[in-house]
């Protein structure tokens, strides 16, 4: 079974600019998580996807990160316009039900950003 | 959300049998209790989940007392390789919102030869 991707896996950007990120979760996973793990923390949920919609983003930055499911598969991540404090890894993960605390998650390899 | 409480580093040795416990004194009727272990670059990745008692599988055992208010993760004889980071998780989803999906700082776990 494939896992979930993401790309980039690292992006150096600078202050000011906009990056995006992409993530293919799990065929068949309904929920989609974006976190965001800045060093030497535990991750952080940013937003949760059941199928095309949002079921939390209480903790997205929306006045610079946005973030889109396509079609209940997909998802994208942008930030516009960065901080430095933006640095850190963006992990996506997918669930096959989600919106339960017992549901395992799959974590993708993350991407790391850092904003200089 | 329950809140947990985990110790921030930890050292053993290989072929010992480590124990990471995890406090959750306000844990709900609903809750579960999951445990994930990362390691450097790498996602979070799934170790095992329960409800109450005893929980085992091919890599660790769980043991929830009857209160809940605690849990302890047991990794049997481990190896250098279990060196990574074990975080504990409280949730049921059983509303909306983040659900137990709060990730504290977890527990470092350094085994030594």
């Known amino acids: 079974e494939a896992g979930v991707a993401q790309s980039p896996r690292y992006k150096i950007i600078e202050k000011r600019q906009s990056v995006a990120f992409w993530c293919n979760p799990i065929?068949?996973?309904?929920?989609l998580y974006w976190y965001q793990q800045i060093l030497g923390q535990g991750p952080k949920l940013l937003i949760q996807?059941?199928?095309?919609?949002?079921?939390?983003d209480s903790q997205l930055p929306k006045d610079r990160f946005s973030a889109e499911r396509l079609k209940g598969v997909d998802s994208t991540l942008k930030i516009q316009p960065a901080k430095l404090e933006d640095s850190a890894v963006y992990l996506c993960a997918s669930s096959l039900r989600g919106g339960r605390g017992r549901d395992e998650q799959y974590f993708g390899p993350g991407t790391r950003l850092t904003v200089t | 959300l329950a809140k947990t409480t985990q110790p921030i580093s930890m050292d053993s040795y290989e072929g010992q049998e480590v124990n990471i416990t995890c406090s959750h004194n306000n844990i709900a009727t609903n809750d579960y209790i999951t445990w994930y272990q990362q390691f450097p670059s790498q996602g979070p990745r799934f170790i095992i989940q329960?409800?109450?008692t005893k929980v085992t599988n091919e890599v660790a055992s769980l043991f929830i007392p009857a209160d809940r208010k605690s849990s302890t993760l047991s990794l049997p004889r481990v190896s250098l390789s279990d060196t990574a980071v074990y975080y504990c998780l409280v949730g049921d989803g059983s509303g909306g919102g983040a659900d137990g999906l709060t990730f504290g700082k977890g527990t470092h776990l350094i085994i030594q030869p």
């Open positions: 996807f059941q199928n095309n919609g949002v079921v939390d």
């Open positions: 329960g409800y109450k």
């Open positions: 065929s068949g996973h309904a929920t």
